[in-house]
């Protein structure tokens, strides 16, 4: 078992729907969860950054952690058709900088 | 463009060869991550510099791959021997030093795509 596990889709959506993108993971002791997203031939660009717990929200995107579950999310309002591209979690505990990445989730935005 | 930046950008070579990659961080990232990448995965954590001194490797790094930031600016990842499983995207990545729990974030650079005939 693969220790973070992510639907690799593809999701297809209609222009401005919400889009909900999570992973699951069987590390407990991860604490520091990011989303990513990499277009195609890309590098990932850092979307958002939670540490612990909670939600954290940034103009149209939200992350929400629940560590009981060891379930992350990621939701995208008023998605747009340049918002398709593959989304990536990672995360890692303390006391190692080693972060672990799913394998992405590819988005498509129809306009 | 102060990002992070990698060249080549593209490398082809034959089974056997050996090739060098290099990495530029953001100016005055501390902290340097290589990752690699092949189709349709997530980027697979290689090793981690902390300044010069490298501070975590994967067993994925195996004795054909050394990394090397003698400056602790810049880097450097050597592949020896070159094999055709080799063949994936060599990303690299760099954060300033994790001042507080809450703060703690990876820019990547473009990547060099590998190709091994």
């Known amino acids: 078992q693969k220790e973070v596990e992510q639907d690799p889709g593809p999701l297809s959506v209609p222009e401005g729907a919400i889009v909900s993108l999570n992973c699951t993971y069987s590390n407990s002791a991860f604490q520091y969860f990011m989303w990513y997203r990499q277009y195609s031939r890309k590098g990932p660009e850092l979307l958002m950054y939670t540490y612990s717990s909670g939600n954290k929200e940034d103009g149209r995107f939200t992350a929400q952690v629940d560590k009981s579950s060891k379930y992350i999310s990621l939701f995208i309002r008023d998605s747009q058709p340049s918002d398709s591209a593959t989304y990536l979690c990672?995360?890692?505990?303390?006391?190692?900088?080693?972060?672990?990445f799913g394998t992405g989730t590819r988005l498509k935005v129809l306009a | 463009d102060t990002g992070v930046s990698q060249d080549p950008r593209h490398k082809i070579t034959k089974r056997g060869q050996n090739v060098t990659f290099r990495c530029d961080p953001i100016s005055e990232h501390n902290r340097l991550y290589w990752y690699r990448q092949t189709l349709g995965q997530g980027p697979e954590f290689l090793t981690y510099?902390?300044?010069?001194?490298?501070?975590?490797k994967s067993r994925l790094l195996s004795d054909r791959f050394s990394a090397e930031r003698p400056k602790g600016s810049f880097s450097t990842l050597e592949i020896q021997r070159t094999e055709q499983g080799d063949s994936a995207m060599y990303l690299c990545?760099?954060?300033?030093?994790?001042?507080?729990?809450?703060?703690?974030?990876?820019?990547f650079g473009p990547g060099t795509r590998l190709t091994v005939l």
């Open positions: 990545a760099s954060s300033p030093i994790r001042l507080a729990a809450t703060t703690d974030t990876q820019y």
């Open positions: 510099f902390q300044n010069e001194a490298q501070l975590e």
């Open positions: 990672a995360m890692t505990r303390s006391g190692t900088y080693k972060y672990i």
